[in-house]
């Protein structure tokens, strides 16, 4: 099946650093992600929709100068994390759909940041 | 929210034992997706659910959808100690870009030996 690879698994940064991941889509070409963030003992929350060549759709109350996100090629996202503070500490974890007949969508393994 | 619910929050179980969760959506789908999360780690897809389908099996698990009821069910059955873990539906919703997913609020599912 399709493989979407995210990276890294794990960082921990320091408040008001920036912090960078990454969502690749290894055997296939994706003109869309998708960004989700979990907190602890929580659901998935859709954070943003990456269109690449074009701007991110945002959904309500995610802030677009925080999460900046960049989908700069058909097989490359990227999610950067400005001027994290502690509460920003989540779960991370980005979709690419493949269309074989029916759009599925597959993850990465996700990246759990931690800012102290 | 557009967040579905799901029910229960929490499951415990014992081994041998079928495990039923429920979930509830809210508008029309394209098709409903079950996935398993163990602790900390990454999403394993389950199944998918087309919405002209009402009942799918996929070894021990089994889901069925009620489209006019918004609702969809997944049964494990034989359940063992590996399958603890927690478990999401997920929709596609009509209309919104393919492979957007909008996720329920999960069950926790607890399986002892």
């Known amino acids: 099946g399709a493989v979407v690879s995210q990276h890294p698994s794990r960082v921990i940064c320091k408040s008001g650093t920036s912090v960078k991941i990454e969502c690749r889509s290894l055997?296939?070409?994706?003109?869309?992600m998708f960004w989700y963030r979990q907190f602890p003992k929580q659901s998935l929350m859709l954070m943003a929709t990456?269109?690449?060549?074009?701007?991110?759709?945002?959904e309500q109350g995610v802030e677009k100068d925080k999460f900046l996100i960049n989908h700069a090629s058909l097989t490359l996202s990227t999610l950067t994390v400005t001027s994290a503070h502690p509460e920003d500490s989540s779960f991370y974890i980005c979709?690419?759909?493949?269309?074989?007949?029916?759009?599925?969508?597959?993850f990465g393994q996700g990246t759990r940041l931690t800012v102290v | 929210s557009q967040q579905g619910e799901e029910d229960p929050q929490a499951l415990s179980i014992q081994e041998g034992e079928n495990a039923t969760m429920n979930c509830s959506y809210k508008?029309?789908?394209?098709?409903l997706q079950w996935y398993r999360q163990n602790s900390g780690r990454g999403l394993v897809h389950l199944i998918l659910?087309?919405?002209?389908?009402r009942e799918k099996h996929s070894g021990r698990l089994r889901v069925t959808l009620d489209t006019s009821k918004k609702s969809s069910s997944l049964l494990i059955t034989a359940s063992r100690a590996a399958d603890t873990a927690s478990y999401f539906c997920?929709?596609?919703?009509?209309?919104?870009?393919?492979?957007?997913?909008?996720f329920g609020q999960g069950t926790e599912l607890s399986v002892k030996p």
């Open positions: 979709s690419a759909p493949y269309l074989q007949g029916i759009t599925e969508a597959f």
């Open positions: 055997d296939f070409q994706a003109t869309t």
């Open positions: 990456s269109n690449e060549g074009s701007k991110a759709t945002y």
């Open positions: 508008t029309s789908i394209n098709n």
């Open positions: 659910i087309r919405s002209n389908e």
């Open positions: 997920a929709t596609d919703a009509m209309g919104n870009q393919g492979g957007k997913l909008i």
